[in-house]
């Protein structure tokens, strides 16, 4: 039995593991709370390889919960955001390739994929990716990594996971046991397949006016480099107002005069600035609060 913690950080990082283990025939079964295109996108390689994969959401997602919780990923609300990425994953949604992938993954899920939503009171108490091979040893983790990027230990973040990793057929075969539980329990658990394919073709719409828009502000000024302000500094940003150069975020090598695009905590595109003598001046702002 090998076994490992996994906390993306010092100790390993889950989708390390999970490149390790699914192949070619891997029966794949993963609870979780979110399902992101741009976690997919990094596995999508080896998810081509499955057999199939059984999808359950930890929490009442498409589906109107027995007692009409208000939660942000319910049909009513705005699950389209969830699967376009967590809030972890804001740099990569700026490369405005989520129209491609979500094509890409919904094709997948549509051959691959069984999504069921768990529509209880309280979520299932721990996520899950179990990898069950004929040939191979199965393997699983279990803990608190959800399907995202930051979940997976691809993007940095602040956020504390803890997952254990165990690679034993045995061991995989007693969670597996405890899945069917959960997923063939017809009074708490849902199909949302189809409603599933219908958020992804939201997320691909490429014809709406805001889509176009951002499109071509992209192309406009993709060449000029990119600063993501953390959130103590959005109402300075929103009101237009000039930025000190000691918020500018560690990992950016700002040069004076050089043009920039920025972007609040949010990822909302803010406008272009430009850096002279230390200070961020807007050039150009473009954004609208329309909240």
Known sequence: MEMQILDNKVQGRVIDKLRENIKFGTRLSIISAYFTIYAYEELRKELGKIEKLRLLFSEPTFVKNKKDINREFKLSGSY?????????????????????IAKECANWIREKVEVRAYDEEYPLPQKMYLMENKKDESACIFGSSDFTSSGLGLVSSKKLEANTYIK???????????????????DKVKDVKTY????????????????????TLYNIFK???????????DRYLHNGNKISGDNIPDDIRAVDNERYRVYDSAKDFIGIYELREEVLYPVKIFYEDNK
């Open 196 to 215: 599933l394919l219908k958020s992804l073709e939201e997320v691909y719409k490429e014809n709406n006016p805001e889509f176009i828009y951002f499109v």
């Open 80 to 100: 389209e955001r969830g699967l376009a990425g967590d809030r972890y994953e804001m740099k990569l949604k700026n490369e405005l390739k989520q129209s491609e």
């Open 168 to 186: 034993d057929s045995i061991y995989t075969q007693q969670l597996l046991n405890q899945f069917e539980l959960y997923w063939n329990d017809k």
């Open 223 to 233: 060449d000029y480099p990119e600063i993501i302000f953390a959130e103590e500094i």
